[in-house]
């Protein structure tokens, strides 16, 4: 494979979070930063060489493709969870809030129950931005490739390499928001289940 260089800095997780959930909010696909992935030791590769790169990229452009759909089947799964969650706590909260009284148990229960439905709020945000992300692929046009005076393998190498770069930046950051709200969904029952054993032990 070709050597590659120029990538940029992966961007923080709270950072992709953000930007895929105002993207969502724009009602605009989430724009990456361009790699800069230069295939150097193309240049001079036989013909044979380059047709082996070309099609070990066809393969691993799939296998992103594969990956990023698991990914946004599962946010779907996660989504659907969450909102049965924050049902569930949301009839829990109207029943305890019936309680008026000012015992610090009721207290920490109620914060306890605002602060899960709030986890769960951006659970929901975060899986809704990345089934709403979703977009095909960046590939080699063929309609592209027709209109090049001359064909060229190497330029062609150079495509898949830099497409390549472009997958594995966003599988990157839509597996980091999936890790987030992975966590997030795990957090919320945690804390409306301490809120559970608060009221029924004090």
Request: net charge neutral; proline share 2%.
């Amino acid at each position: 494979m070709a050597e590659t260089a120029g990538s940029p800095r992966p961007r923080s997780t709270a950072v992709w979070y953000w930007r895929m959930v105002w993207a969502m909010l724009r009602l605009k696909q989430l724009k990456l930063d361009e790699p800069r992935h230069v295939a150097k030791s193309v240049k001079g590769w036989s013909a044979e060489s380059l047709d082996t790169l070309i099609e070990e990229s066809r393969r691993e452009h799939d296998s992103q493709e594969r990956s990023l759909d698991r990914i946004l089947s599962r946010s779907q799964l996660l989504f659907t969870t969450d909102l049965a969650l924050l049902a569930f706590y949301g009839t829990v909260a109207s029943a305890v809030w019936a309680d008026s009284s000012l015992a610090w148990a009721v207290c920490l229960q109620h914060v306890l129950l605002v602060a899960a439905g709030l986890v769960l709020v951006f659970a929901l945000l975060g899986s809704a931005s990345l089934i709403a992300s979703r977009k095909p692929f960046e590939g080699v046009s063929a309609v592209v490739m027709s209109k090049w005076e001359v064909f060229d393998l190497e330029r062609l190498a150079n495509d898949y390499t830099g497409s390549l770069a472009t997958g594995d930046m966003t599988n990157n950051a839509h597996l980091s928001v999936f890790g987030s709200v992975v966590r997030m969904t795990l957090l919320a029952p945690l804390l409306g289940g301490l809120g559970w054993v608060v009221a029924q032990v004090f």
